[in-house]
């Protein structure tokens, strides 16, 4: 493989167990021929960031790397979705460092990312040369697999991502955006996977964001896909509507290869079923995990412990939350809405907003509920409530979205609301990335003073608010230099 990845300019990688020359093709035969259920564990990662708002430390997750690496897990998720963001806003930690501290720590295990497709780990879209560095880049550092989606369910935006996935010789699992409408039907969903087949997906991998998958729609609809592509499946819920645990297991009967559960202190609430629960589930069952439960326990005191030391972050749902299953809006997007109204001092309108979102969705064309179309689809039900008259005022990203800018509507847009946000302006043609200039230069000009590393100009590039105070800080720790802090010297230096 090295060889190929040279002669397609891929990013070599250091040596390790989980990646060998041929690991791409021995992980998906491996799924392929496996009859065991394979746990994609998510405390690193989904867990945390579901119930503690992201803020586990690198800290807290060494000393129990050892005993995670002894379970037996598929893969563990280590990284993307919010992790990089809050790792340098609220931690002060570089993202890049952690992910090659856990790379050394994990001997055996497979290392897997969230990847938002052109939206990387940002908000908006990002330039190819970003899309493309990026990827080389997390998987020079560690990242054996890959789930890539969109919020859309726009395959365009998958395009650079994957192919550069391909070429690094990582493993690549295309994400389905699970949702319900008119238009999100079992057949539309395996067309999409038939689809994500052909762009070289090792892996199909549906992500239900918000828990809507039931048991009854979650047997036909893994059935359906392995039929219709041939390849692994793998199943992604949350417990906030108390129904992940029962889809998996009917997805298990189907065929699912893999399921993301979480160590039972972050599990549930909003977080996933419980990794313990479902290993006990499914012994002596065809889908038996092979996993040893006495292996998990040791992992789940430690982290017993990290969720008391880290109380005050803790989302403490109980049960299950109804809005969830009466409005379709996943948990954390239903919490940012309530944290909305509040700062406002409106938190007596939530019930007209939360009934505003299905009807602001739909005039949108139905996008999927994930980030960025949730905090696009919430701000806009919003403000159509707390302004008193709908679609009054349209914010930037609302108008984008119907540009076209974040791609293409699952479905057809309401055309009157669509001449209300953009006029007679015509809406992009083509992929969104395409239109989008390399972003790559002017960053490595912005932070060149402060870069370490070639990652550097990345996280500036994802995060410039954050990574303009991070960089000069981390810059002062590794070289004792306050390079930027002080005042100049007779105006051409810097004090030591």
């Not at 020079?140 to 989606?149: E, H, L, S």
């Not at 892996?203 to 979650?218: H, N, R, V, Y």
């Not at 949108?364 to 806009?380: A, E, H, K, R, W």
């Not at 005022?393 to 791609?407: A, D, R, S």
Request: negative net charge; proline residues 6%.
């Amino acid at each position: 493989m090295a060889d190929n990845r040279k002669k397609n300019g891929a990013t070599p990688r250091a040596d390790r167990e989980p990646t060998s020359s041929t690991a791409k093709t021995q992980l998906q035969t491996q799924i392929a021929r496996q009859k065991k259920v394979g746990i994609t564990e998510t405390a690193l990662r989904d867990a945390h960031q579901s119930i503690m708002a992201t803020r586990l430390r690198t800290e807290d997750m060494i000393p129990v790397a050892e005993m995670m690496d002894e379970v037996g897990y598929h893969s563990l998720e280590v990284w993307g979705g919010a992790t990089f963001d809050a790792a340098m806003r609220f931690l002060d930690e570089d993202p890049w460092d952690r992910l090659r501290v856990l790379r050394k720590k994990f001997k055996k295990t497979r290392l897997q990312m969230l990847l938002r497709g052109q939206n990387l780990l940002g908000y908006r879209h990002y330039a190819d040369d970003v899309v493309v560095e990026f990827v080389k880049r997390a998987v020079d550092n560690g990242i054996d697999i890959i789930r890539c989606f969109d919020a859309l369910n726009d395959l365009r935006n998958l395009e650079t991502a994957a192919e550069q996935v391909k070429k690094e010789g990582a493993h690549l699992q295309l994400a389905i955006s699970y949702t319900t409408s008119p238009f999100h039907t079992t057949k539309a969903f395996e067309d999409l996977a038939f689809s994500m087949k052909g762009m070289g997906a090792d892996s199909i991998c549906i992500k239900d964001m918000a828990g809507l998958l039931g048991p009854a729609e979650a047997y036909p609809l893994v059935k359906g896909i392995k039929e219709r592509t041939g390849l692994p499946v793998q199943v992604h819920s949350h417990y906030t509507t108390g129904l992940a645990a029962m889809s998996y297991f009917e997805a298990c009967r189907a065929g699912a290869d893999v399921v993301d559960c979480a160590i039972s202190p972050l599990s549930m609430g909003t977080s996933q079923p419980a990794t313990e629960a479902l290993v006990a589930a499914l012994t002596g069952t065809p889908y038996d995990t092979g996993i040893d439960l006495s292996r998990i326990v040791p992992v789940a005191e430690h982290f017993k412990e990290v969720r008391e030391n880290y109380s005050k972050d803790v989302v403490n749902l109980q049960g299950i939350d109804i809005n969830i299953l009466l409005y379709q809006i996943p948990g954390g997007m239903y919490s940012n809405l309530v944290s909305q109204l509040r700062e406002q001092n409106s938190l007596d309108k939530l019930e007209a907003v939360l009934k505003e979102v299905p009807r602001v969705r739909e005039e949108m064309g139905f996008p999927p509920l994930v980030t960025p179309s949730s905090q696009i689809v919430g701000t806009q039900a919003t403000l159509n409530v707390l302004v008193g008259e709908r679609w009054k005022v349209i914010p930037k990203e609302v108008k984008n979205y119907f540009l076209g800018f974040y791609g293409r509507p699952p479905a057809p847009v309401d055309e009157a609301i669509r001449r209300k946000a953009i006029g007679d302006e015509k809406a992009i043609d083509g992929r969104p990335g395409e239109h989008l200039p390399d972003e790559l230069p002017l960053a490595q000009m912005a932070v060149a003073t402060w870069a370490l590393q070639p990652e550097d100009y990345l996280s500036y590039v994802l995060f410039p608010a954050v990574a303009k105070d991070f960089l000069p800080r981390k810059f002062a720790r590794a070289t004792y230099r306050d390079v930027g802090f002080g005042e100049a010297v007779d105006g051409v230096a810097y004090p030591l």
